[in-house]
């Protein structure tokens, strides 16, 4: 089946420390997107990638980084710089074309130790 | 840049009424626009999308949305609610920069009493 898996579904973090969310895509998709939601503030975009090896912030980038070295993997790191961390992430993809439904994987919930 | 509101974060309906969920947004060209739905520590799903071939469009569930110009919305509407709505629905906007984005609104929570 295709879709979109993200791991894990929980994550805790140290203070301190960087953690990596995975999200892996086999739509064949050629843009991915990292949302943050947190209750009451809908979702909220921290990067997006149209094409390997590119990517864009969103509007909340800050203490955030990703990469996209593959066409089927977007991980998004949450460094010690990001100070309020505890949220649900989702990942999102699609063909990138203007209008194009936007598919969204299941989420990783982080908390904060 | 496109922006989409969503008034009334909780939303309680009976089971067997109207569930009505409105959504306006902010766009100088006509825009795309999506109705998702989110079950508790789920991803977000489709509910229907409207892409400017028709102002009525009909999506999963029983649900509907119409698509008013001069109004500027795109309301969500199902006849009668079961217990299973129960879940929160956003709003979004495709955003016309070039890199489709999506700007969201932050959701109506569905509450349906049995």
């Known amino acids: 089946d295709g879709g979109i898996t993200q791991s894990p579904k929980y994550l805790f973090r140290k203070e301190g420390q960087n953690v990596t969310l995975s999200c892996e895509q086999n739509?064949?998709?050629?843009?991915m997107y990292w949302y943050r939601q947190d209750p009451g503030q809908g979702l909220r975009l921290i990067y997006y990638s149209q094409i390997v090896n590119d990517f864009q912030k969103g509007d909340i980038a800050e203490g955030y980084s990703v990469s996209r070295e593959k066409k089927e993997s977007f991980p998004l790191t949450v460094t010690s710089a990001q100070k309020n961390p505890t949220a649900f992430y989702l990942c999102a993809s699609n063909s990138g074309l203007f209008g194009e439904t936007q598919y969204f994987g299941p989420g990783t919930r982080l908390l904060v130790l | 840049a496109q922006s989409v509101t969503q008034l009334g974060s909780h939303v309680s309906v009976s089971e067997g009424a109207l569930v009505l969920l409105r959504c306006n947004y902010s766009s100088s060209v006509p825009p795309y626009l999506f109705w998702y739905v989110q079950y508790p520590n789920q991803g977000l799903q489709l509910l229907l999308k409207y892409t400017s071939a028709a102002t009525l469009v009909k999506g999963i569930n029983g649900f509907e949305a119409e698509f008013k110009k001069s109004e500027t919305s795109f309301h969500l509407t199902k006849p009668s609610a079961h217990m299973s709505d129960a879940a929160e629905y956003f709003c979004?906007?495709?955003?016309?920069?070039?890199?489709?984005?999506?700007?969201f609104g932050k959701g109506n929570q569905v509450v349906v009493i049995p």
């Open positions: 739509l064949n998709h050629d843009a």
């Open positions: 979004a906007v495709s955003e016309l920069r070039g890199n489709n984005r999506l700007a």
